[in-house]
């Protein structure tokens, strides 16, 4: 058994005192800054990458497997005691977690939640563990084609899953392609979209972009429109879980992993569909049908398993492919990149200690994440309590911070600011900002690959469809793009056109 | 009257924004050379089809949206949907970043951070004088030297250069 071994060494690697330290610490302030409002995980992560550029790659990422889960977890306690989640995989939990701090048992939600957390994260941990070193097996041999085929997919169901108007998602993605074609063509030598400017010959710094879509926008648009009269605050009360939530809580737990893995692993857009599955599936199968609405336990303990689990599977593909297939995947990406590493399959052969270590500090962030959590929640609720004129002050000084020392120029300050007004205005208009970061990273391998394809075969385009693997993925591709058009199209044959849709 | 309502059809705006990128983008490309040496598409190519959906997308959304079509502005912890977009604060806000990125190198790192930190906040109204002063001078201190002495990144001294 390799993986075992790699995985014994993986541990040996994370379990020595400095690196248990970095553990801890991108576990508690990666729940920490996940907690505030309005940060999510995506933006966690961005936000704290600039913490990790002194540390060596291990280290790097060993704190970040804290921070991934971390940020990850910080989320639920804001939209149970908040009702305001920050991102969609979270609202599920809103829905019934809110209800249940309303009846005075946050308690008892947030343990749900957190118990739920730590056995989907340990279970799909595992599943990660035993599936990437098959996948990666497997991917060796996938050609530049097939690569292509897999981002033309990747791109097509980020642009249709996050975010509710597909037109927008597609505009979303321009956008990251367009900003990931500034700079100097890596083939040719030729600049390309620069405007002349000597700065932006090396290209638009994906971290830059990813804090400025994410944080930047976020700080503008809360700016624009800020509540004054902050959304009320639910007291982590009640008693802690009893004997009868737990009896109700594990069967959730482990539905929700199994439906959040494989989600996960899909290009399909990361933890919002299966979490909606695994409330729709808790609530026919409870035998308390009545209780959903009204603070249901399994209404949060399966949809906060499936997130958790959703966020492991979201790792084999970014390891194994270098496929990121949510917005905080990209931004996971980018900090591999930052440190010269391209995920992908020949990631587990060039620096295979450095991801067994990733590996195991999977498994002990989540540990850590247990048995932080239990105790400090009280502590996490007061973090919500942050006056937001302070907060935002706080995420705009951080986010310039971060871009200034990638490469120490005020002139990536300058682009942070300029990109983080699209971000406003995409914001506004109800553009999502996931597929621009993904846009943005995969636009460029894309292009590579698509060159590399044609120029082995010598401009034959049929090599895009030539091997199995390119057919089968490019007809679900053209599947994607058919059955809404054939569907409106028969629609609107069968019946008089639905009169335009206002808004309330 | 709701915000929603208010929006109106200002989403066209950056709809043509997008198509007028692509046009944009398809001549930036079309000045690029494909070396002989280079296979079958060269450099051109992605500008061009990205620029080309650019431009189809920017009129499908500008259409979609004089034909009525709205998607739901982001939701968030702190965003009150009913508000208007504040426009003074966002001026405001806009002044002050494009001053901190003018005055970062010369003047240094700490003190045009205290004066981001305190002009943000000062902006989302924090009036309390005495924590916004406490704040925003706490804040930016602990950062500066958590991330100059701990972690050992350089950021700019500036005026204080002979202080610090």
Known sequence: MDSIDALIRGFGDALTPTYLLYALAGVLIGTAVGVLPGIGPAMTVALLLPITFTLDPTGAFIMFAGIYYGGMYG????????????????????????????????????????IGSFVAG?????????????????????????????????????????????????????????LGLVGIDSLTGQARLTLGVAQLADGVDVVVVAVALFAVGEALWVASRLRHTPAQLLPASGPWM????????????????????????????????????????????????????????????????????AAAGVLVPLLTLGLPTSATAAVLLAAFQQYG??????????????????????????????LLNL?????????????????????????????????????????????GAIGFGMRRFGWPVGPAVVGLILGPVAE???????????????????????AVVLTICAVLVLTPLVLRWTRTTRSTPIPDEVEK | MTAQENRGRAEIVPALLLALTGVYMIADGHSLRTPPTEGAIGPRFFPYVVGG???????????????????????GEDVDTQARTDWRTLGTLAAIMLLYVLILDPVGYLLSTVGLFAGTAWTLSARNPRSLVLVSLLVPFVTFLLFTRALGVYLPNGVLQTVI
């Open chain 1, 448 to 470: 590579q690959q698509l060159r590399r394809a044609l120029a082995i075969s010598q401009g034959d385009v049929s090599t895009l469809w030539s091997t199995a693997f390119s």
């Open chain 1, 242 to 309: 009893t004997r009868e939530d737990l009896r109700r809580s594990w069967r959730p737990w482990l539905r929700g992993t199994a439906l959040g893995f494989p989600f996960g692993t899909l290009p399909a857009g990361g933890a919002e569909i299966p979490t909606f599955l695994s409330y729709a599936a808790e609530k026919r199968l409870s035998k308390h049908p009545e209780e959903f609405g009204h603070g249901a336990i399994e209404g949060v303990a399966g949809p906060e398993a499936a997130n958790n689990a």
């Open chain 2, 53 to 75: 959906a650019l431009i189809v997308v920017g009129l499908w959304l500008a259409v979609a949206v004089w034909r009525g079509d709205r998607a739901e502005a982001e939701q």
């Open chain 1, 341 to 370: 590493l391209q995920p992908g399959p020949a990631l587990f052969e060039s620096n295979g200690d450095l991801v067994w270590a990733l590996l195991a500090s999977l498994y002990i962030g989540n540990v850590l994440l247990l």
């Open chain 1, 75 to 114: 989320g639920s306690t804001t939209s149970i005691l908040l009702n305001t989640p920050g991102e969609a995989s979270s609202i599920v939990t809103a829905l019934e977690g809110n209800q249940m701090a309303r009846a005075g048992r946050g308690a008892a939600a947030l343990a749900t939640a957190a």
């Open chain 1, 122 to 178: 340990t279970l799909a941990t595992v599943a990660l563990t035993l599936l990437a070193p098959q996948v990666a097996g497997l991917a060796v041999k996938l050609g530049p084609q097939d690569y292509f085929a897999l981002m033309v997919l990747a791109f097509l169901t980020v642009s249709a899953v996050l975010g509710s108007s597909l037109v927008r998602g597609i505009a979303s993605l321009l956008i990251g392609l367009t």
């Open chain 1, 375 to 419: 105790p400090l929640a009280g502590l996490w609720v007061r973090l919500l309590r942050i006056p937001r004129p302070y907060l935002y002050a706080g995420i705009l000084m951080f986010a310039a911070l971060g871009s200034y020392t990638i490469n120490l120029s005020a002139v990536d300050v300058a682009l942070l600011f300029a990109i």
